[in-house]
Structures are given as structure tokens and as C-alpha cells.
């Protein structure tokens, strides 16, 4: 993409109690290689001083914004959708209030989405848990994958903190708000985008840095893969039979990326 002709991306992040976190996460938007974009913070009516954070990044830099819910919605779908309706970027951006990105990370998946011509692109991820141990080196050149309906349905290839797409497509396919797809509105999501649009594209290369907690939702295996039989059984033209298969294929493909692979 030409350096003088850039296009505003949005970056969604819904927050809560993200106190301790969501400063890191915010700054590594801030380091970002590529100028343009406006960072949204949702926060979900926290009870600790996140928004006070948020608050003093707000006042230091005027692509930040600051939305204050006035109730819980008990899972990120709800703001993510607030946020992208209040986008005024024409390209959309997920990132989680405790996850970080590596500096080039839209530049790169801006310039690769006019490349390959394309309204949807995600990048691989990997793992950590302390922050201080992050590096970051200097990327010049990324192989890409496909990423189709049918691949999606047999493993989840796509970490919602690395998503860069049209704003247009989020607005058609928001997240699913009901609470039982908490935890897997994201995949549902992504399962209906594909359908839709067509393949896609996944940088292969780790431009998103995934924060490991104890005790979080998306690390409970039995919870996770219930909801996925959800998703699978309740999608439309989907049977029982394919419904089972899809799940065990998906915890399969979760060991082998999380296990073997460290989350590529």
C-alpha cells in the first residue's frame, strides 16, 4: 500500500477490570509502524480503574476514545459490536485489552490485503505470559495461507486480536451477543464470514502476542469444547454427526497448535 495513501483502521478493544493489563495493550498500538488508526476502548462498566487508564491515554493522544457502558454485558460481544458501529475507519481491528502487538503488525497486514486484494486477513500468534520477555524483530517479508469456510469448520485458524477486515463485513456479520456464544461468538463469527465472502488470508508470522491467564475462560477445554458443539449443531446445514466430528477435529487441532506448536 502506497505510504501516501493510507486508510484509517479501527481498532476495536473491549475492557473489563483490564486495570493492570490494558496499559501495555494500548501502548503497543501506539507503537505502531502505520500512522493511521483511532484506538476505541469499550470498556464494560469495570469495577477497578480501568477507565481511568484509558483515560489518561485519551487526554495524551486524540486518535483514543473512551466509551463507558453504563451495565455488564458479561462477554465481549456486545462492545466489540458498540465499537464498530462508532467506528469511523473504513478497516476494522480487533485487539483484547490484555494482548500486544508487534510494532509492524497493520502496516504488514495493510499492505498485504491490497496484494492479495482481499477484505479479511489475520496473522498467526504466540503465547506469553510476562511481557517484560517480549521482543520484537524487524519483518520485511511474510508468506501467506489460505483460509477457507471449510478449513475453519475443521479447526479454528483465526485469533480475533490479529483480524484486520472491512468495516462493511463486521457491520453485516456482528458478533452473536447471546451469552451461551461466550467464548465462541468470535469463531461463530468468523464461521459466517467465510461462508459468505470466500477464502481469506493468515500472515505466517506471530504479529499477535496472546496472553496466557490462569483461569480464563478460553483455557477451560471442557467449556470450550461444549460451546463448540454448540456453534456446530445449531449452524445452518450442519448435522449431528458433522457437528461431533467438527468438535473433535477442533480439539485435536487445539493440541497440536497449542501443545506442539505454541500457538502458530
Known amino acids: ?100 502487538w508487534h510494532p509492524q503488525k497493520i502496516k504488514l497486514q495493510m499492505d498485504a490485503l491490497k496484494i492479495y486484494n482481499v477484505d479479511f486477513c489475520c496473522t498467526q500468534m504466540k503465547d506469553f505470559s510476562d ?44 458478533f452473536n451477543e447471546d451469552i451461551r456464544y461466550k467464548a465462541v461468538e468470535d469463531y461463530h463469527c468468523w464461521l459466517r464470514v467465510h461462508q459468505a465472502v470466500g477464502d481469506t488470508i493468515k500472515l505466517r508470522y506471530p504479529l499477535l502476542n496472546y496472553r496466557r491467564i490462569a483461569g480464563q475462560i478460553s483455557g477451560s477445554k471442557r467449556y470450550m469444547l461444549e460451546r463448540m458443539y454448540m456453534v456446530h449443531k445449531e449452524y445452518p446445514g450442519t448435522s449431528n454427526v458433522q457437528a461431533v466430528l467438527y468438535t473433535l477435529t477442533h480439539a485435536l487441532g487445539g493440541f497440536y497448535y497449542r501443545i506442539l506448536r505454541k500457538g502458530l
Open 1 to 100: 500500500m502506497s505510504e501516501n495513501v493510507r486508510e484509517l483502521v479501527s481498532v476495536i478493544m473491549p475492557s473489563y477490570n483490564a486495570e493492570a493489563l490494558i496499559a501495555r495493550s494500548i501502548q503497543s498500538v501506539i507503537d505502531q509502524s502505520y500512522p493511521d488508526w483511532e484506538l476505541i476502548v469499550i470498556d464494560d462498566c469495570s469495577k477497578d480503574s480501568t477507565r481511568q487508564v484509558v483515560q489518561s491515554f485519551v487526554n495524551k493522544d486524540s486518535r483514543i476514545k473512551l466509551i463507558s457502558l453504563e451495565s455488564n454485558n458479561g462477554a465481549p460481544a456486545a462492545p466489540r459490536n458498540i465499537g464498530v458501529r462508532h467506528a469511523t475507519g473504513s478497516w476494522i481491528a480487533f485487539l483484547d485489552a490484555d494482548d500486544i
Open 131 to 174: 511481557d517484560a520477555l517480549l521482543s520484537f524483530e524487524a519483518v520485511e517479508h511474510i508468506d501467506c495461507e489460505c483460509v477457507s469456510f471449510a478449513k475453519q469448520q475443521v479447526k479454528g485458524r483465526i485469533p480475533t486480536s490479529s483480524v484486520i477486515l472491512r468495516k462493511e463485513i463486521m457491520l453485516r456479520f456482528p
